[in-house]
């Protein structure tokens, strides 16, 4: 069974970083896109940043040039990099897979909880 452990959430202040991690476990797998998700109080889930096998990379424009999303291939993890974070950066963020098992399937994490205080 797939899964996928998340880390790194917390408090933090308005202009502070924060950093989460992905761990993606269950085998001998091929790992395709990855990203990150996330769900603030009272709204629908978005997507915060994804990135290819190749290292291609999308960003909600909300994001673009705060976070910084990369992956370790060899490990089969996902990371984001938040700086400057702002009160409506607070959400649940959850880590997604895209994953090959014979056939493509997709994966999410628990989700961490990133809290931007005023």
């Known amino acids: 069974q797939v899964n996928l452990v998340e880390s790194g959430g917390g408090l933090v202040q308005s202009g502070g970083s924060l950093n989460l991690s992905c761990i993606v476990s269950?085998?001998?797998?091929?790992?395709?896109?990855l990203g990150w998700y996330r769900q603030a109080p009272g709204k629908q889930r978005e997507l915060a940043a994804t990135?290819?096998?190749?290292?291609?990379?999308k960003f909600a424009d909300s994001v673009k040039g705060r976070f910084t999303i990369s992956r370790d291939n060899r490990e089969g993890s996902v990371f984001l990099q938040m700086k400057n974070l702002k009160p409506e950066d607070t959400a649940v963020y959850y880590c997604?897979?895209?994953?090959?098992?014979?056939?493509?399937?997709?994966?999410w994490g628990q989700g961490t909880l990133v809290n931007v205080s005023s």
């Open positions: 997604y897979a895209q994953i090959g098992l014979g056939a493509l399937t997709e994966h």
């Open positions: 990135i290819s096998r190749a290292g291609n990379t």
């Open positions: 269950g085998g001998v797998i091929s790992i395709y896109g």
